[in-house]
């Protein structure tokens, strides 16, 4: 069964001046699709991301989130998505529970609400010993994963992940994306930027930019297939040389 769009991007443009960081895209995004939004540091990345978040507006085209304009809508679109950025957004000075019980009622989640989700997170994580732990004291890849999951503790339609597995080593990157399998196996988008060309082996489909405009878009076997390679790192090499000549 074929599954409706929740983002749809047309001729997107952000100048800053006489910059474009981001070039005409247009693309779209499937209910439950894990979509990989892939390119090198500064290929225009985050920048798309905050439109697409209703954080910033487009010099031109549309978007639309959820069946919401992102120009139009940015505080509606706000209670449809979670957003995760690079340094997790986690205040070190709380305990791992303050940091729930802020972001829950930053989301409009209601005192039982929090402490029934709060239960069932650190149970799920298995860190119910570091409930009352300040966050600086949480090891790294524990400390991303808890920002995992309060990005959707309010059980949005979409979830924005920008560079999320940025520092954190091999065996905790895999661990984090088996959260992000069983958001999406619970029917949630899930939106993720890397510059971690294996992880796009994880995504159903991938959308690799390069100087602000897609160079490619489609599953990682396709791509694969087209450029005539066997790794994701190889058709992102391919793209880099295309682009460079």
Request: hydrophobic share 40%; aromatic share 8%.
């Amino acid at each position: 069964m074929s599954r409706e769009s929740i983002i749809e991007v047309e001729n997107l443009t952000k100048r800053f001046g006489r910059f474009t960081a981001n070039d005409n895209l247009t693309f779209e995004v499937r209910e439950g699709e894990v979509f990989g939004f892939l390119g090198a540091n500064g290929a225009g990345k985050t920048t798309a991301l905050r439109i697409l978040c209703g954080l910033s507006k487009p010099t031109s085209g549309t978007v639309r989130i959820a069946g919401l304009d992102a120009s139009h809508h940015p505080d509606r679109i706000k209670k449809v998505i979670g957003y995760m950025c690079q340094r997790f957004a986690l205040y070190e000075d709380l305990t791992v529970f303050e940091n729930i019980q802020l972001y829950g009622g930053i989301y409009g989640l209601t005192p039982r609400e929090i402490r029934s989700r709060s239960d069932e997170l650190l149970d799920k994580l298995s860190i119910t010993d570091l409930r009352n732990r300040l966050i600086r004291s949480v090891p790294l890849g524990w400390r991303q994963k808890l920002a995992f999951s309060i990005a959707v503790l309010h059980r949005p339609k979409i979830v924005f992940l920008d560079e999320p597995t940025g520092g954190v080593d091999p065996i905790a990157r895999r661990q984090f994306w088996d959260l992000i399998y069983d958001a999406a196996r619970s029917g949630m988008t899930v939106f993720v930027t890397t510059h971690y060309m294996d992880e796009a082996e994880y995504c159903d489909r991938v959308c690799i930019l390069s100087g602000g405009r897609i160079e490619a878009l489609g599953r990682p076997e396709d791509l694969k297939t087209t450029c005539q390679v066997d790794t994701m790192d190889e058709v992102f090499i391919r793209i880099a040389r295309k682009d460079q000549t």
